[in-house]
C-alpha cells in the first residue's frame, strides 16, 4: 500500500552536513522524495507541529531548536514507507537506537535526534498539509519500481 509519510531533518542534521547522508539512505532502500523544501521555521509552525507536546516540560526548548537554524522538510512516498521510514529512523532517544539507524549512528541526545518522521497515516497528513500545498507534491514513477515492489 503506497502512502505517504513528512520528514524533516532538524537544524542539527543540517548544520553537521548529514542531509546527503540520511537522504541517500532512504532512496537506497527505494523511498522517494515527493517533495522537499529548505526553511526556517517560524514559532507559530513550530507550536503547531509540535502541538500535541505543548503541555510538556520540554515544548519550549523543542520550539525553541526547532526555529534555530534551517531545517530540511520533506514528503517521502513508498508502500508501507510510514513504518518503515521510522525503523530507518530509530528511537526517539538515541541512546536506545540501534546502530544502523540514523538516530543511533548520528545523534547522541534526545534534544539533538537529527530527524523528525510521522508517526502515523493521521501525522503524516496533518504534517505534510503544514509544511507543503498539494500542487508542491509531485508524482512520477521510478525507472526501477518494479525491482523495488512485488506485483499485488
Known sequence: MKEKSFLMLKPDAVKRKL?????????????????????IIDDDLAKEHYGEHKE?????????????????????????????IRK?????????????????DYAIDTGRNIIHASDSPGSAEREIA?????????SYTLPDEELIYEEP
Do not use: Q
Open 19 to 39: 542531509a546527503g547522508k540520511i537522504i541517500t539512505r532512504l532512496e537506497e532502500k527505494g523511498l522517494k522524495i515527493v517533495a522537499a523544501r529548505m526553511l
Open 56 to 84: 510538556k516540560p520540554f515544548f519550549k526548548d523543542l520550539v525553541d531548536y526547532i526555529t534555530s537554524g534551517p531545517v530540511l522538510a520533506m514528503v517521502i512516498e513508498g508502500n508501507e514507507c510510514i513504518s518503515l
Open 88 to 104: 530507518i529512523v530509530g528511537a526517539t532517544n538515541p541512546k536506545e537506537a540501534d546502530l544502523g539507524t540514523i538516530r543511533g
Open 130 to 138: 503544514l509544511f507543503f500545498s498539494e500542487d508542491e507534491i509531485c
